[in-house]
């Protein structure tokens, strides 16, 4: 049963934008904290965005003021607007609750290249 599906990476410049999309199944997304997160080569999975059932947000610092993270309930959906991207933005990134607990999906892959 798939839980997680991430969409809307690619290939951009640096200074671009993309947006990430996340469907979720009804038991991750219902009524709970979601989030972002991120892992670029040789390095551990970080934390980038999150989003409370209310619609509350916080942002890790290297993101703050360029990402935007939203969710539609009615789709069990939640969003990642990037801007502003730098080559230091390239990972795959992935979501899921916060703190995690489904297994993780694909994810979804950023390069920001010239």
């Known amino acids: 049963q798939v839980q997680l599906v991430e969409s809307g990476g690619g290939l951009v410049q640096p200074g671009g934008s993309l947006r990430l999309s996340c469907v979720a199944s009804e038991s991750i997304f219902s009524s709970n904290r979601m989030g972002w997160y991120r892992q670029a080569p040789g390095k551990q999975r970080e934390w980038v965005a999150l989003?409370?059932?209310?619609?509350?947000?916080n942002y890790a610092d290297s993101v703050k003021g360029r990402f935007t993270i939203s969710r539609d309930n009615a789709k069990n959906t939640v969003y990642l607007q990037m801007n502003s991207l730098k080559p230091e933005d390239t990972a795959v990134y992935s979501c899921n609750n916060i703190p995690p607990r489904a297994s993780w999906g694909q994810g979804t892959q950023v390069t920001v290249s010239s």
């Open positions: 989003i409370t059932a209310g619609g509350g947000t």
